[in-house]
């Protein structure tokens, strides 16, 4: 072949490459396939397993309770609720007794009872990323970690969203909310769990949904405050996420396009669902900063790791700054923040760094880890301390 032939065979090739790599993109602004990547739904991740079944998954017979819960428009999520070790374990005899798999009332089921009529009991409202169901991965052993500082108290409830496993429905920025919504009143209304005993954990996508319904009720007639975020690999906005996000942490969707910033600028007026977390998150800590009183208003944890190749930690970087800059009326630059933060910063080694900012309102705390990727970090020790502090415990 000579090299004529050659070099065609060559253009042809990325002629034809090119070619496809438009047509994605033109898929991806359809929001039917749209929502697919930014969720991605429907890879669940736990294939030969039964959600209904938690020991799958290692735990206890009863210590997860599946149960249904109901949105206000008509959907129906799936949910877990997870005892922590030390409650399993005082009224283990009493919870072997009990019907195993899918409940029809949870009301009806000793743990929900042991988490409603202990007034001593503390609640985790857990929010997972994208893609799996609430047994992928390591959300699991992430559950453990929730109660891992108070294993006779920290109770556990996590859902799949609208679209996710065995929920019903499609998933939707709105719709989200409205699932963590009726999350939030089923812990405040049915289980009785007053807000100050309430933790709000998320990862990834769930950084995002934990963010919307912590502003939502901040900025209701009525505010709800609750005893603090705990907040992993988040990401700033839907838009910076196209950027740099690398599905499995390896494909970069959307990096040739990244290059050229008007033509990514051009590709995100497309986009339907923009999750703005940075600026939600500003708008909550201002919200609460105006509040009138002087007791502590909110308590934020921000965790990534350095090498978390899905998201990098430069998105926790922005979410960090514009919640501190929303701190105080005069505000603070990126860069002045930058330089502060060196004053403020404890370095732990291999174990990476840490951060708190102050106010008379509130704390907003910033741990980068060295280690962690995008979800092992998530049954961390690091994550077990952040939930106690944010209990205040």
């Not at 009872?113 to 609430?134: C, I, M, N, Q």
């Not at 049915?190 to 954990?201: M, N, Y």
């Amino acid at each position: 072949m000579g090299l004529t032939a050659v070099l065609q065979s060559v253009l042809y090739a990325l002629a034809a490459s090119t070619g496809l790599y438009a047509a994605f993109l033109g898929v991806l602004t359809i929001p039917f396939f749209q929502n697919q990547v930014i969720y991605l739904n429907r890879v669940t991740l736990t294939w030969f397993q039964d959600v209904n079944v938690p020991e799958h998954w290692g735990f206890l017979r009863n210590q997860v309770t599946p149960f249904k819960l109901p949105t206000q428009d008509g959907e129906v999520l799936h949910a877990w609720h997870i005892l922590p070790l030390e409650v399993y374990r005082k009224n283990e005899q009493a919870l072997l007794e009990e019907p195993s798999g899918l409940v029809p009332d949870i009301t009806d089921r000793l743990g929900f009872k042991l988490l409603r009529d202990d007034p001593s009991s503390l609640l985790v409202l857990y929010f997972h990323g994208a893609a799996g169901t609430l047994g992928s991965g390591y959300r699991p052993p992430s559950y453990r970690a929730m109660s891992a500082g108070a294993p006779d108290r920290i109770h556990t409830v996590a859902i799949d969203y609208r679209g996710f496993g065995a929920s019903t429905g499609f998933p939707s920025e709105e719709g989200l909310l409205k699932d963590a919504l009726a999350l939030t009143e089923w812990a405040m209304k049915e289980a009785g769990i007053p807000p100050s005993r309430i933790v709000l954990f998320a990862q990834s996508l769930g950084t995002a949904v934990s963010i919307s319904l912590a502003h939502h009720m901040a900025a209701s007639p009525n505010p709800t405050l609750f005893s603090g975020i705990v907040l992993v690999a988040p990401f700033a906005n839907v838009e910076l996420l196209t950027a740099t996000y690398r599905v499995a942490g390896t494909i970069p969707l959307l990096d040739p396009v990244a290059k050229f910033p008007r033509l990514l600028a051009w590709f995100n007026t497309f986009i339907h669902n923009k999750w703005p977390s940075k600026d939600k998150l500003a708008e909550f800590v201002r919200i609460c900063e105006n509040m009138p009183g002087d007791a502590s208003k909110y308590h934020i944890t921000i965790i990534h790791a350095e090498d978390d190749y899905d998201i990098p930690w430069s998105h926790s970087e922005q979410v960090f700054w514009h919640a501190v800059n929303a701190s105080s009326p005069e505000g603070i630059g990126y860069e002045e923040l930058e330089k502060e933060k060196e004053t403020l910063k404890v370095v732990r080694g291999a174990g990476g760094w840490v951060v708190d900012w102050r106010t008379a309102k509130g704390v907003i705390r910033e741990e980068i880890m060295k280690y962690g990727l995008h979800d092992r970090v998530m049954s961390y020790p690091v994550v077990s301390l952040a939930i106690m502090r944010a209990f205040g415990e």
